[in-house]
C-alpha cells in the first residue's frame, strides 16, 4: 500500500551544522508531498510541500525536492538553529484526500 | 479565526469508560480527519469526514464512532477505554483537493488505566 519511510531518530546536531532528514514514498499514482514540523506540546505544523516531480517546496531555510525518479522528498537545511529542535514528519497526500505519515525524526540542536 | 480547535487538553479514563474528543473548526473546511500518534509510529489515520453527513475509516477505526452533523464539528467517540487507546490525539481539517495544507488542532493526551 501507499506509505512513507523516513529516518530513524534521533538526530543531534551542533548549532550551524548541515541537515538531511531522507523521505522516501511508496505510492500508486501521483501524490503531493509534505514536510511537518512539531514543537514541543504543539500540533503539526506544515514546513513546506511540493505538489509534482522536480517541484522544490522551501520555508524558513529548510529545502525539499520531489524526485520521482528516486520516489523521495528529503529534508535538507544548511544551517541548523537551536529554534529547529523538533519533530519532523514527512507525508503523502493521494487523490481521495487520505494523508500518510511517516514515523517522525526527532532533531535536536545544540547551541 | 481559531483554526482547529480540541477539547480536553488531557484526560486520565478507566478501563471501560467512554468518552467523547470534541473538535471544531471555523476556516469551512470539508475535510475533517481523526488521527493518533504513538512513538515511533507517527500518524495514524482514525476515521475522517469529507463533508457533513458523510464519514469514513481510516488505517485504526476499531473502538472508535464519529458523526458529523455540521460542517464545523467532528466528535470522537471512545465506545469502552482500553489501555491500548492511550494516545495522543489530533483532529485535522482540510480544503479537498489534492496537495491542499493540513491544519491540526494542538491534540488531546488521553491516558486509560
Known amino acids: 500500500g501507499d506509505s512513507v519511510t523516513q529516518m530513524e531518530g534521533p538526530v543531534t546536531l551542533s548549532e550551524e551544522a548541515f541537515l538531511t532528514i531522507n523521505c522516501t514514498y511508496t505510492?500508486?499514482?501521483?501524490?503531493?508531498l509534505f514536510w511537518y514540523v512539531q514543537y514541543p506540546g504543539e500540533g503539526l505544523q506544515l514546513l513546506l510541500k511540493?505538489?509534482?516531480?522536480?517541484d522544490k517546496g522551501s520555508n524558513k531555510g529548510f529545502e525539499a525536492t520531489y524526485r520521482k525518479e528516486t520516489t523521495s522528498f528529503h529534508l535538507e537545511k544548511g544551517s541548523v538553529q537551536v529554534s529547529d529542535s523538533a519533530v519532523y514528519f514527512c507525508a503523502l497526500s493521494l487523490f481521495n484526500n487520505d494523508m500518510r505519515f511517516g514515523a517522525g525524526t526527532r532533531l535536536t540542536v545544540k547551541p | 479565526n481559531a483554526g482547529v480547535t480540541q477539547t480536553p487538553k488531557f484526560q486520565v479514563l478507566k478501563t471501560g469508560q467512554s468518552m467523547t474528543l470534541q473538535c471544531a473548526q471555523d476556516m469551512n473546511h470539508e475535510y475533517m480527519s481523526w488521527y493518533r500518534q504513538d512513538p515511533g509510529m507517527g500518524l495514524r489515520l482514525i476515521h475522517y469526514s469529507v463533508g457533513a453527513g458523510i464519514t469514513d475509516q481510516g488505517e485504526v477505526p476499531n473502538g472508535y464512532n464519529v458523526s458529523r452533523s455540521t460542517t464545523e464539528d467532528f466528535p470522537l467517540r471512545l465506545l469502552s477505554a482500553a489501555p491500548s487507546q492511550t494516545s495522543v490525539y489530533f483532529c485535522?481539517?482540510?480544503?479537498?483537493?489534492?496537495?491542499?495544507?493540513?491544519?491540526f488542532g494542538p491534540g488531546t493526551r488521553l491516558t486509560v488505566l
Open positions: 511540493a505538489t509534482k516531480a522536480d
Open positions: 485535522a481539517s482540510r480544503t479537498s483537493g489534492r496537495g491542499n495544507e493540513q491544519f
Open positions: 505510492a500508486t499514482g501521483y501524490p503531493s
